[in-house]
């Protein structure tokens, strides 16, 4: 039996072999397999990786690895990518992290590379990231969350209007990078006669125009209000989600709440619903 290989049995006895590698005095498992040859070739192959020092055969994580393939063909991807960490930086991370100067890769796959700030380390070392529909997400207490959360981006904000990345990589997760163009609810920044404006907007059976307004947390607060208008007769709007506007006190608030403006059009829409002001 190779070294680091091992026997163990399924509950209907059927036997397989569990692989595990002791670097740095950490104990890492390597995966289970079907066939003893597969097994301590995962072995063999993860040996080298730790053992050898920083060569040319085997591509500078910082540069993107193009050439996986034809540096193993038995260990997983991703254990490849912990164990080539390890071996450049002395850390043991669970998840296909590379540490860089003040910012770190997440090796999603060979093809995908996120990048992050070194402050999120702590984080995407316990949380492992999927995709689905070209969206990246991690499970959090049970929940599927989007990546973008942890800007504030809403889940259903939309690429290159509601949010962009400034330099045109979007696999570039610093924060430098990730600019928010719509943070709130409803509200979408429009540019008109040079100037910059703030739409609010809410969906009934169709997207209805509640007012164009000068500042964003006028724009918030004024899709607050219409929310609470029609909440009034309708129940299932209580449900909808409010904004919720940062740096304003309650005085401040109430001011602009009382005063903000809702179109001719939506008004005349609630007066249909038996709705008064």
């Known amino acids: 039996m190779a070294t680091g290989v091992y026997t163990a049995y399924k509950k209907d006895g059927t036997e397989y072999y569990r692989v595990s590698l002791t670097c740095q005095n950490k104990h890492i498992s390597l995966g289970s397999f079907d066939d003893y040859k597969t ?44 164990l080539l960490n390890l071996r450049d930086n002395n850390i043991y991370i669970k998840t296909p992290v590379y540490l860089c100067d003040k910012y770190f890769l997440y090796f999603f ?54 949010y962009l990345f400034r330099n045109g990589d979007e696999h570039d997760f610093r924060y430098s990078n990730v600019a928010i163009v719509n943070r709130y609810n409803g509200v979408e920044q429009i540019e008109k006669n040079g100037r910059i404006l703030y739409k609010t907007r809410i969906h ?37 989600t409010r904004n919720y506007i940062e740096g304003l006190s309650h005085i401040e608030y109430a001011s602009i709440y009382n005063t903000v403006k809702i179109s001719r059009r939506f008004r005349r829409y609630i007066e249909q619903l038996g709705l008064t002001y």
Not at 51 to 62: L, P, Q
Not at 135 to 151: C, E, H, K, P, W
């Open 204 to 240: 009934i059976n169709g997207n209805y125009t509640i007012g164009t307004y000068t500042s964003e947390n006028e724009a918030a607060i004024a899709y607050n209000r219409a929310i609470d208008l029609l909440a009034e007769q309708l129940p299932d709007f209580k449900n909808y």
């Open 109 to 162: 796959s060979p093809e995908i590379v996120l990048t992050f700030d070194i402050e999120d380390l702590f984080y995407y070392s316990g949380h492992k990231i999927m995709s689905r529909g070209g969206y990246f997400f991690v499970n959090d207490f049970g929940m599927q969350t989007s990546i973008l959360a942890r800007f504030g981006i809403r889940s259903h904000s939309v690429k290159g209007k509601d």
């Open 39 to 82: 097994a301590a070739a995962v072995y063999s192959e993860a040996n080298a990786i730790v053992r050898d020092e920083k060569s040319s055969h085997f591509v500078n994580a910082a540069e993107k690895i193009t050439s996986y393939s034809s540096c193993t063909s038995a260990l997983a991807f991703e254990k490849f990518m912990i």
